[in-house]
T-cell receptor, first 109, second 115 residues
């Protein structure tokens, strides 16, 4: 699977948008970009995934650059409950998720 | 609708012992994956079961084995426990290969401590 690079940590003000970057410069044409998050003491939670087009659901938006070498997860209005470790995963058409270290996001009041 | 259920939530074992962890998948899901998460690290894939067969395996020794039952529930067995096996063990379920609109659903895990 292609490797991803994410910042180690970032802070965000409550009520503001949180923009989480992810670099995946070696991504292949058939590899999807997935985002999961893990709140302390819980299992990872699926957020969103995409291949080429931008995607939006009730939790977040995913913006993938045209060359697909990077993406950004956007939490439109961050709340304290969004404090978590966020994982960007590039997945080929197999079955496992390869988690990196992720980005620790802290939402501050 | 219950999500993924794992038992027990916490467990303490002695080196050399054997342990069995259990997982009930989310309703409607037929595939179960197991992950190991050491403190401060991301989860690492152990294996995945589909139709009662191991479909894919990560880089884990044969001491780690599993089983999937006809009702789709699953067990993870670890033999000859080492101190390094201390971790959070996560079960994830999905329909087929997890590329559906909700991806994989994870349980809250079993915290295993080997002393």
């Amino acid at each position: 699977d292609a490797k991803t690079t994410q910042p180690t940590s970032m802070d965000c003000a409550e009520g503001r948008a949180a923009n989480l970057p992810c670099n995946h410069s070696t991504i292949s044409g058939n590899e999807y970009v997935y985002w999961y998050r893990q709140i302390h003491s819980q299992g990872p939670q699926y957020i969103i995934h995409g291949l080429k087009n931008n995607e939006t659901n009730e939790m977040a938006s995913l913006i993938i650059t045209e060359d697909r070498k990077s993406s950004t997860l956007i939490l439109p209005h961050a709340t304290l409950r969004d404090t978590a470790v966020y994982y960007c995963i590039v997945r080929v058409n197999d079955y496992k998720l390869s988690f990196g270290a992720g980005t620790t996001v802290t939402v501050r009041a | 609708d219950a999500g993924v259920t794992q038992s027990p939530t916490h467990l303490i074992k002695t080196r050399g012992q054997q342990v069995t962890l259990r997982c009930s998948p989310k309703s409607g899901h037929d595939t179960v994956s197991w992950y190991q998460q050491a403190l401060g690290q991301g989860p690492q894939f152990i294996f995945q079961y589909y139709e009662e067969e191991e479909r894919q395996r990560g880089n884990f020794p044969d001491r780690f084995s599993g089983h999937q039952f006809p009702n789709y529930s699953s067990e993870l067995n670890v033999n000859a426990l080492l101190l390094g096996d201390s971790a959070l063990y996560l079960c994830a379920s999905s329909f087929l290969d997890g590329t559906g609109p909700s991806g994989y659903t994870f349980g809250s895990g079993t915290r295993l401590t080997v002393v």
